[in-house]
């Protein structure tokens, strides 16, 4: 009798697809929270882009709903190594949230409810780079997975997309969220290994 039982595969092979450095590939979708999952309700449920002037644009959910929404398809990679490909997403891109705001920042904060906080080059955000999603894989996005509505930030490790998305706020200097304010590195590439602070 062999050690491993039939029909166990383990973890996929990683060499026939281009995955970044140290990551295998999941089949599922792992559930990785900083804290509780906050269970948001649809009718108090607002997104706002501020400018580091505090001029404000806020959306309603039935007014999200309304923006033009995109099919996206993307691969995600998480810092805790797993990589997940070919996940399908409804979003509204961040250039068309973004398109009325005048702003010379280059940086922003990103707020979730329950007070989750991720900070990124506004750069990355643009240019078809960045979407707030509210459906997965045909479906109403789950609380677990950040719904009713998350930031999909597909080229950087997905800590950087910050679930149950609030707000974002559009900085003249960079201000750590909460990962990178205890240890993860403050940029978060995947193809180069960014995890922690010195890589």
Same mark, same amino acid.
């Given at each position: 009798? *062999?050690?491993? $039982?039939?029909?166990?595969?383990?973890?996929?092979?990683?060499?026939? =697809?281009?995955?970044?450095?140290?990551?295998?590939? =999941?089949?599922?979708?792992?559930?990785?929270?900083?804290?509780? @999952?906050? #269970?948001?309700?649809?009718?108090?449920?607002?997104? @706002?882009?501020?400018?580091?002037?505090?001029?404000?644009?806020?959306?309603?959910?039935?007014?999200?709903?309304?923006?033009? &929404?995109?099919?996206?398809?993307? %691969?995600? &990679?998480?810092?805790?190594?797993?990589?997940? #490909? *070919?996940?399908?997403?409804?979003?509204? $891109? #961040?250039?068309?949230?973004?398109?009325?705001?005048?702003? $010379?920042?280059?940086?922003?904060?990103?707020?979730?409810?329950?007070?989750?906080? @991720?900070?990124?080059?506004?750069? %990355?955000?643009?240019?078809?780079?960045?979407?707030?999603?509210?459906?997965?894989?045909?479906?109403?996005?789950?609380?677990? &997975? +950040?719904?009713?509505?998350?930031?999909?930030?597909? &080229?950087?490790?997905?800590?950087?997309?910050?679930?149950?998305?609030? %707000?974002?706020?559009?900085?003249?200097?960079?201000?750590?969220?909460?990962?990178?304010?205890?240890?993860?590195?403050?940029? +978060? %590439?995947?193809?180069?290994?960014?995890?922690?602070?010195?890589?």
């Amino acid at each position: 009798m *062999g050690i491993v $039982s039939r029909g166990f595969g383990g973890r996929r092979s990683s060499r026939a =697809v281009n995955l970044p450095p140290g990551q295998y590939l =999941v089949e599922d979708f792992p559930v990785l929270s900083a804290g509780p @999952t906050p #269970l948001v309700n649809l009718g108090s449920w607002t997104f @706002t882009v501020r400018s580091e002037t505090g001029e404000a644009q806020e959306w309603n959910w039935a007014q999200f709903l309304a923006l033009p &929404h995109e099919s996206i398809t993307v %691969d995600l &990679h998480c810092v805790t190594k797993w990589s997940k #490909l *070919g996940t399908a997403w409804e979003g509204v $891109s #961040l250039d068309t949230l973004l398109s009325d705001v005048a702003s $010379s920042a280059e940086f922003v904060l990103v707020s979730a409810y329950g007070g989750y906080t @991720t900070n990124l080059p506004l750069e %990355d955000l643009l240019d078809g780079k960045a979407w707030v999603a509210d459906r997965y894989d045909g479906e109403a996005l789950s609380p677990e &997975h +950040g719904g009713p509505a998350r930031l999909l930030v597909p &080229h950087l490790y997905l800590w950087k997309s910050a679930k149950w998305v609030r %707000d974002i706020q559009l900085l003249n200097n960079d201000e750590p969220g909460f990962w990178e304010s205890v240890g993860y590195h403050n940029y +978060g %590439d995947p193809w180069r290994e960014q995890r922690y602070w010195g890589d």
